[in-house]
């Protein structure tokens, strides 16, 4: 029997908004075989969510939404541990002794914080700033190996390494460091989806303009119409580059991570060709890939107590480790055990 234990994977995605394609071909398609060589975590968090402001009635429905969306995508919750990042004390706990050991000049470089809080001029709350803190929390949280996210979240990553790096060194030995200091899991296509209207900004879940984005719950034909309205550019050629044809490229890389053919080789095939038949190509492929998602997640949406059942069941296995890790945590730190 083999009995090390295996390295944890674990990541998380706001309740906020749709998910979108971007969601799934940059975090969740990547998750699904995971679970064959690592323990895996995978959170709703409602903590991160609530930096902008959520209506509660419409928060809770969403966070039955998304989970029915993870196993609809192909989470199975025997293989995963599927929570809420609110039914585990440690999150908010953690990030509070995290906060200490970080610089407000460290969390003023980061660029979400910086976008968010252009976006929402008038809300520009302590928690937006602090929200790579308790994203360092979830992680380290969990002694992380690896964190597998889209490009936009790298820079995320990165200070969770610096915070871990800065607390091992003051508080444990190379032989026993305190935190495991994880590393980024960053697919090579599908990383950063780009807005269908706007190609050069990241497609995005919360954006108020719906056409940006293809939801996974999108039916058949709003997909093929968003897509085939997509911004192109005029030269008529299906080629890769993404600084000169933003457009053309995000949708290449659509095609290539939902169809599985490489970049290069749909280029091959779409030369000669003009738009109208690789966007076709592009939407038949999309569907294709968000049909059986769309079916299973409306098989078990309504099983309420279903959901309830693999959240109750998820926050009590990611609580052991959790509480695991805050008890080593106060420890090192000089607080009387409880
Ligand atoms: P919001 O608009 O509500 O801030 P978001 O769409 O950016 O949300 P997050 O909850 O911040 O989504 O991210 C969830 C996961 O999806 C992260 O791993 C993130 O890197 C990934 N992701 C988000 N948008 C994209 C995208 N456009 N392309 C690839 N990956 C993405
Ligand atoms: N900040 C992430 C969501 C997130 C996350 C995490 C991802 C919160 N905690 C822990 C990976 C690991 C985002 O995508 N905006």
């Given at each position: 029997?083999?009995?090390?234990?295996r390295?944890?994977?674990?990541?998380?995605i706001?309740?906020?908004?749709?998910?979108?394609?971007?969601?799934y071909?940059?975090?969740?398609?990547?998750?699904?075989?995971?679970?064959r060589?690592?323990?895996?975590?995978?959170?709703?968090?409602?903590?991160?969510?609530?930096?902008?402001?959520?209506?509660?009635?419409?928060?809770?429905?969403?966070?039955?939404?998304?989970l029915?969306?993870?196993i609809?995508?192909?989470l199975?919750?025997?293989?995963?541990?599927?929570f809420?990042?609110?039914?585990?004390?440690?999150?908010?706990?953690?990030?509070?002794v995290?906060?200490?050991?970080?610089?407000?000049?460290?969390?003023?470089?980061?660029?979400?914080?910086?976008?968010?809080?252009?976006?929402?001029?008038?809300?520009?709350?302590?928690?937006?700033?602090?929200?790579?803190?308790?994203?360092?929390a979830?992680?380290?949280?969990?002694?992380?190996?690896?964190?597998?996210?889209?490009?936009?979240?790298?820079?995320?990553?990165?200070?969770?390494?610096?915070v871990?790096?800065r607390?091992n060194?003051?508080?444990?030995?190379p032989?026993r460091?305190?935190?495991?200091?994880?590393?980024p899991?960053?697919?090579?296509?599908?990383?950063?989806?780009?807005?269908?209207?706007?190609?050069?900004?990241?497609?995005?879940?919360?954006?108020?303009?719906?056409?940006?984005?293809l939801?996974?719950?999108?039916?058949?034909?709003?997909?093929?119409?968003?897509i085939?309205?997509?911004?192109?550019?005029?030269?008529?050629?299906?080629?890769?580059?993404?600084?000169?044809?933003?457009?053309?490229?995000?949708?290449?890389?659509?095609?290539?991570?939902?169809?599985?053919?490489?970049?290069?080789?749909?280029?091959?095939?779409?030369?000669?060709?003009?738009?109208?038949?690789?966007?076709?190509?592009?939407?038949?492929?999309?569907?294709?890939?968000?049909k059986?998602?769309?079916?299973?997640?409306?098989?078990?949406?309504?099983?309420?107590?279903?959901?309830?059942?693999?959240?109750?069941?998820?926050a009590?296995?990611?609580a052991?480790?959790?509480?695991?890790?805050?008890?080593?945590?106060?420890?090192?730190?000089?607080?009387?055990?409880?």
């Amino acid at each position: 029997m083999n009995s090390a234990p295996r390295p944890v994977v674990l990541s998380g995605i706001q309740p906020s908004g749709h998910l979108t394609l971007g969601n799934y071909l940059g975090a969740i398609k990547n998750w699904l075989p995971l679970y064959r060589e690592y323990d895996c975590y995978y959170m709703l968090v409602d903590l991160h969510a609530i930096t902008v402001r959520q209506d509660p009635a419409a928060l809770r429905e969403r966070c039955y939404e998304f989970l029915a969306l993870y196993i609809a995508c192909g989470l199975d919750p025997s293989n995963n541990v599927l929570f809420v990042q609110s039914h585990v004390g440690g999150h908010a706990r953690l990030a509070w002794v995290l906060n200490c050991y970080t610089q407000m000049g460290e969390l003023s470089r980061m660029t979400q914080f910086k976008d968010k809080s252009q976006k929402n001029a008038d809300n520009i709350n302590a928690g937006l700033f602090d929200y790579p803190v308790l994203m360092a929390a979830d992680i380290l949280l969990y002694d992380s190996a690896q964190v597998p996210v889209g490009d936009d979240q790298k820079q995320h990553l990165e200070l969770t390494r610096d915070v871990a790096i800065r607390f091992n060194n003051l508080y444990g030995t190379p032989e026993r460091p305190v935190f495991r200091v994880p590393e980024p899991m960053i697919p090579p296509v599908g990383a950063r989806i780009m807005g269908l209207q706007d190609p050069t900004a990241k497609m995005s879940k919360s954006d108020d303009a719906v056409t940006n984005a293809l939801y996974l719950l999108d039916p058949p034909d709003i997909i093929t119409r968003k897509i085939k309205r997509a911004v192109t550019d005029m030269d008529n050629t299906v080629r890769y580059a993404p600084a000169e044809k933003p457009g053309v490229s995000n949708l290449l890389s659509i095609l290539s991570a939902t169809g599985g053919e490489s970049i290069a080789a749909l280029e091959a095939r779409f030369a000669g060709q003009g738009y109208g038949a690789f966007k076709s190509a592009v939407a038949e492929a999309v569907v294709e890939c968000l049909k059986p998602v769309q079916a299973r997640y409306h098989e078990i949406r309504e099983d309420r107590d279903e959901l309830r059942r693999i959240l109750r069941d998820g926050a009590v296995r990611a609580a052991v480790r959790a509480d695991a890790t805050l008890r080593r945590v106060h420890d090192v730190l000089g607080f009387i055990p409880e």
